[in-house]
């Protein structure tokens, strides 16, 4: 079955960094376009950034993480990361990788990001 596992999170101070991974299994990840959503307390979830399946991997980004968050992928690991950089407590919230195959979505548990000083 689909399994999304992400890691990587944790506490951080503000202009700080982290990558986030999520590794992928049971399906063919180079296939499919992966997205990263973000979920912070009392507030809906959000798109953070998305990145297509082609050899290119052509990426977009919500405009709030454009220049700070880059999205990327290896294949030959099925893994899918998020590299943050310049962190805002704005920020912090539960991360989520996600994927959509055959109209279906599915989720990992997410990981704990916290920027505080």
């Known amino acids: 079955q689909v399994q999304l596992v992400e890691s990587g999170g944790g506490l951080v101070r503000p202009g700080g960094s982290l990558r986030l991974s999520c590794a992928a299994s049971?399906?063919?990840?180079?296939?499919?376009?992966m997205s990263w959503y973000r979920q912070a307390p009392g507030k809906e979830r959000e798109w953070v950034a998305t990145i297509t399946s082609n050899v290119v991997g052509s990426r977009n980004y919500a405009d709030s993480m454009k220049g700070r968050f880059t999205i990327s992928r290896d294949n030959a690991k099925n893994t899918l990361y998020l590299q943050m950089n310049s962190l805002k407590p704005e920020d912090t919230a539960v991360y989520f990788c996600n994927t959509n195959i055959r109209l279906v979505n599915y989720w990992g548990q997410g990981t704990q990001v916290t920027v505080s000083s």
């Open positions: 049971g399906f063919t990840f180079s296939m499919y376009t």
